[in-house]
């Protein structure tokens, strides 16, 4: 415990456009991966614009790591496909939750904003925004290794009595 600094909650709320796996569709899922832990949505039979609405909870203990998406196509009697990839960073993220620690902000204020570049996979420009009291982040991921598909998610923090201080 001497080591989290809390809980990141992400919301896998869907998938847009993903590559077609099976006939005419896919049977998508996606696997969520920060350094040991790893975490999965349901199967969405049928579905190349999937929604998920999912909450994944992970253990941050070290900030650096990224946190990495796999998106595959549940087969019944083959290995899975592999649908793409993302990965992005949560420094920014952290830096953010410090800085919202000094005091009263009206919700809805834009703390940081992140442009799409060549390292990330931001599809578009993301905001991290305090809202009703928390830091949040919504993001559209572009997915590598693959033809088309990007995936929505949401992030906000979890605070942990006990934990190291951010």
């Known amino acids: 415990m001497e080591n989290i600094l809390g809980l990141l909650r992400i919301k896998i709320l869907r998938g847009i456009k993903l590559a077609v796996r099976d006939t005419r569709s896919s049977d998508p899922y996606v696997i969520v991966r920060m350094g040991k832990q790893k975490l999965k949505t349901r199967v969405v039979k049928k579905n190349v614009n999937p929604e998920w ?8 203990s070290d900030p650096n790591l ?3 998406l796999q ?3 549940r087969d019944t009697f ?4 592999k649908m793409g990839d993302a990965e992005f960073d949560i420094k920014e993220f952290v830096e953010a939750l410090k800085m919202m620690h ?3 902000v009206p919700s809805g204020t834009v703390i940081k904003r992140l442009k799409p570049n060549r390292v990330n996979c931001l599809a578009e420009e993301s905001s991290i925004v305090w809202e009703n009291g928390k830091v949040t982040q919504h993001m559209f991921l572009r997915l ?4 088309c ?5 949401q992030l906000h923090w979890i605070d942990i009595p ?3 201080a951010l």
């Open 78 to 81: 083959t290995r899975d496909d």
């Open 149 to 153: 598909g990007e995936i929505e998610l």
């Open 162 to 164: 006990g934990s190291r």
């Open 71 to 73: 998106v595959y196509d």
């Open 102 to 104: 000094l005091g009263n």
């Open 53 to 60: 609405n999912e909450e994944l909870t992970l253990t941050i």
């Open 66 to 68: 990224p946190i990495k």
């Open 144 to 147: 590598r290794n693959v033809e």
